[in-house]
């Protein structure tokens, strides 16, 4: 079993920055990739960013630049680093990994960007 639990929502003014936190329970976090999905109204789910067991990253087109991935394994912690936010990145994000063939997910944490 993997709990997921988000934070770091709220809201922004376009421009600003926000540090969104996904910490994991269960053993052996290090072993499995990480990710970050994004879900606006009416619109679905899609990926922000993912950071594999080994430190590699990637990116949706819409965030490259913007956006960081990372994790501390020590922690059992991923984070993703969101600057110069737009209206556009207004949504619910939430945290995945997937492990046994299963997804997990956790319940999400609303960003606003608005002014």
């Known amino acids: 079993q993997v709990q997921l639990v988000e934070s770091g929502g709220g809201l922004v003014q376009p421009g600003g920055s926000l540090r969104l936190s996904c910490a994991a329970s269960?053993?052996?976090?290090?072993?499995?990739?990480m990710g970050w999905y994004r879900q606006a109204p009416g619109k679905q789910r899609d990926l922000v960013a993912a950071v594999t067991s080994g430190g590699l990253t990637n990116y949706a087109d819409s965030v490259k630049g913007r956006f960081t991935i990372s994790r501390d394994n020590t922690k059992n912690t991923v984070y993703l680093q969101m600057s110069s936010l737009k209206p556009e990145d207004t949504a619910v994000y939430y945290c995945n990994t997937k492990k046994g063939g299963m997804d997990y997910w956790g319940k999400g944490t609303l960003v606003t960007v608005s002014s």
């Open positions: 269960g053993t052996f976090f290090s072993l499995y990739g």
